[in-house]
């Protein structure tokens, strides 16, 4: 997946939506019932990815996503995280607290099943 269907996968994932109706897109927040518009067509379209948080760079934008997770899931979400750390060396405690946003973030499709290789 590239940054940007990432960014749109966690984003629709922790309730914001996106719609369009083929001449305007709206993006909708989790906690508002009103969007913002822009006339265009391409939810891919940078002002409209402008408008989500940044899940692959943004520390804090990835610890809300992760309040999204039930407990189980947040095991699954640590075990994926893991293995995704030891598949390059040996991981110490102090870097499973320490992954960056990018890992976390495709730790956290990919325990959703939303990973698109």
């Excluded at 994932?13 to 019932?33: L, Q």
């Excluded at 391409?42 to 409209?48: A, F, L, S, V």
């Amino acid at each position: 997946m590239n940054p940007e269907q990432q960014r749109i996968t966690i984003a629709e994932a922790c309730g914001w939506r996106i719609e369009s109706d083929g001449a305007n897109t709206f993006v909708y927040s989790p906690n508002k019932t009103s969007g913002t518009g822009y006339r265009m067509n391409d939810i891919r379209h940078p002002k409209i990815i402008k408008l989500l948080p940044d899940y692959l760079n943004d520390l804090n934008a990835m610890h809300e996503a992760e309040k999204a997770l039930d407990p189980i899931r947040q095991c699954r979400y640590a075990e994926t995280l893991y293995r995704l750390m030891i598949g390059n060396h040996a991981v110490s405690g102090f870097m499973k607290i320490h992954a960056a946003a990018a890992l976390r973030a495709e730790a956290f499709l990919k325990t959703l099943n939303l990973w698109k290789p």
